[in-house]
């Protein structure tokens, strides 16, 4: 099966699914340099609408997922004193083969977690 990434946005702090938050994906370079391949917003069941890799575009590689998490944060009006404890978050992670990767986040307003789901 080609490869293909899909992500997942868990809003723990209330319980449910992160809707409308903004996620970019870019490759990673050797060096480290960033090249932006996709931005989407996460649907009612905080998933992208499809995968935010999909099958054709899919190659092996170091990729990073930045979620925009303080402006979720703000525009679900969540109060913050002074600058947000998280802003964007960025999650590098590297694909070695052909798999379906499911990388999602459970997020608050203090804290985050990841995993390789499936």
């Not at 917003?41 to 609408?49: L, P, Q, W, Y």
């Not at 998280?86 to 459970?106: K, N, Q, S, T």
Request: negative net charge.
């Amino acid at each position: 099966m080609p490869g293909f990434l899909t992500t997942h946005v868990l809003d723990t702090a209330n319980g449910r699914p992160a809707a409308g938050m903004r996620i970019t994906l870019y490759a990673l370079s050797e060096n480290g340099e960033r090249r932006q391949l996709a931005e989407a917003a996460t649907n009612a069941d905080g998933r992208t609408d499809g995968p935010i890799l999909p099958q054709g575009q899919f190659r092996t590689g170091r990729y990073e997922l930045l979620f925009h998490v303080g402006a979720w944060l703000d525009a679900q009006g969540h109060e913050a004193p002074g600058p947000r404890f998280l802003d964007e978050v960025p999650i590098r992670f590297g694909m070695a083969e052909d798999d379906h990767y499911h990388v999602p986040l459970l997020v608050s307003p203090y804290g985050f977690s990841t995993y390789r789901g499936s």
